[in-house]
């Protein structure tokens, strides 16, 4: 194998990644397991505080939403795709071409794709159309432009690279949510001295974060689009 096509060793929660070439081929399930779990975080929508009003939590009397939310993203960053992919191949009997196949449809996605969990506490099980979820630097302001805005894509849940491999819960709703890479003003979304990154959802008029170490591929991909 050249040394083009070597990896680059990189930790990400302990775990050497960042694939290049056809070396995720041949990741066993340790490997596999340890990408996708470093992919994993979770998170709350709205606070669990009660507020009382003559004795009474006065928010009990909107029964038609959630008081609050709980909240799982798995991000799908390029080395996620393919242990993804490598998960199908092993449990499958997969070809090594056809797992090549679901990395390059997975890929297709977008930029960079999220799937999100949504389940309701306290109150109505019933999640909004209109929620909404933003990608950022970690505690990046709204005025500084360092975010962007996520596309629902339901067709997504038909990509088979792009299935978290966890048993599901299916109390949570499961969303497959589109970024781009770019801000509205072309920038990397990313920069060389950011270190985390927070997925910000917004139910109604509630927020919730979660937050993971920036990827190594993540930033591998903004470095060769910014290629001319």
């Known amino acids: 194998m050249t040394r083009s096509l070597c990896a680059a060793v990189v930790a990400l929660a302990g775990v050497t990644v960042l694939a290049q070439g ?72 997969l070809s090594d071409e056809e797992t090549r196949r679901l990395v390059e449809e997975a890929e297709q996605a977008g930029d960079t794709v999220v799937v999100v969990d949504i389940d309701p506490n306290e109150g109505s099980g019933v999640i909004p159309t209109d929620w909404e979820a933003f990608l950022r630097p970690k505690d990046a302001s709204n005025d500084s432009g360092r975010y962007v805005r996520g596309t629902p894509v339901d067709d997504l849940r038909k990509v088979h690279a792009l299935q978290p491999i966890a048993r599901r819960n299916y109390d949570y709703d499961r969303y497959w949510v589109a970024f781009p890479l770019k801000t509205e003003s072309g920038a990397p979304l990313f920069s060389a001295t950011d270190s985390r990154a927070d997925l910000l959802v917004r139910i109604y008029n509630r927020e919730g974060v979660v937050t993971w170490a920036i990827p190594q591929d993540v930033r591998a991909k903004l470095a060769a689009d910014s290629r001319p």
């Open 22 to 93: 056809d070396e995720y081929l041949r990741w066993d399930t340790t490997r596999v397991a340890a990408i996708v779990e470093a992919a994993q975080a979770d998170g709350k929508v709205g606070s669990r505080n009660l507020l009382f009003w003559t004795g009474w939590d006065r928010r009990l009397l909107k029964t038609e939403r959630a008081q609050n939310y709980k909240l799982r993203a798995t991000w799908f960053s390029p080395d996620v795709i393919r242990a993804v992919a490598r998960s199908a191949q092993l449990r499958s009997r």
